[in-house]
């Protein structure tokens, strides 16, 4: 059973940084990638940024130039560093793991509120 470990979140004043982290169970041979998505309330659950098992990142539209994501191998961990935060960042945020298998694991999830 895949594990997924989500750490970090909190509330912070707009213009802040947040860190996330998510720690995997998984071996590293298994895993295509690894990333973050969020869920407003209300609204879909969207990418905020992913990196896959090669190195090559993606993020979402709206978080381009203010987040980063970042991917440890060594300790089969992925870090996202979210700067510039605005309100609209609020909201639940999903580690997911996607499998070389094409399977779909998700964390928990950990709120992540800004205040305006």
């Known amino acids: 059973q895949v594990q997924l470990m989500e750490s970090g979140g909190g509330l912070v004043e707009a213009g802040g940084s947040l860190r996330l982290s998510c720690a995997t169970s998984?071996?590293?041979?298994?895993?295509?990638?690894m990333g973050w998505y969020r869920q407003a309330p209300g609204k879909q659950r969207e990418l905020v940024a992913i990196?896959?098992?090669?190195?090559?990142?993606n993020y979402g539209d709206s978080v381009k130039g203010r987040f980063t994501i970042s991917r440890d191998n060594a300790k089969n961990t992925v870090t996202l560093q979210m700067s510039s935060l605005k309100s609209e960042d609020t909201a639940v945020y999903y580690c997911?793991?996607?499998?070389?298998?094409?399977?779909?694991?998700w964390g928990q999830g950990t709120q992540v509120t800004v205040s305006s």
């Open positions: 997911n793991l996607h499998s070389m298998l094409a399977v779909n694991y």
């Open positions: 998984a071996s590293i041979f298994s895993i295509s990638a």
């Open positions: 990196v896959s098992r090669d190195g090559r990142s």
